[in-house]
């Protein structure tokens, strides 16, 4: 069996690069490798397309890290956006999951990695758009609120409102795991810290 997969070069590639994507295991790897190579070529040719497309357009927003396909994303540039209130994410993926509960009309802010957040910047960019009150999207775990200490301290002199959403928000897993009703409830009855 060694010898015979070993000889299938390209396909062999392929299944060693589609073990390594996230929740994919050696069993959907060999599924999903015979399907986009042997039996839906044609869809295996979109997907390779769709990839590469992606990969080239998408960056993210130089005001809020949001995904974006241009400079500044969709969300920043909206004036019918509620820029008093500043919801701050940890995974720009997390934006997704609230704007699919439609409850939240704010703006945002991708935290991503907290020693490269440009405070200067961002305390600039909250005082532009005058900015009252920061939400914290997160899931309630030890460092999650150690981030929200540290960035409410860098903040302090604002004069901001600082919540987080915590009831019915379970701990210790993503954001994209939470329901959306316990999500848009956790918005709406979210606490002040
Ligand atoms: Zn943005």
Redesign the pocket.
Known sequence: MKTYKNNLHHFKSLLEALEQMPTIGKKSALKMAYALSVENKFLGLKIAHCIENAINNVKE?E????L?ENE??E??IDSTRDTSQLCMVLHSKDIFTIEETGDYRG??FVIKNLEEINFVQLKQNLKEKNTQEIIFAFTPTLANDAIMIYIEDKLKDLNLTFSKIAQGVPTGIGLDHVDQLSLSRALTSRIKI
């Open positions: 927003c005001i809020c890290n949001a974006s500044i994303c969300i920043c703006i945002y």
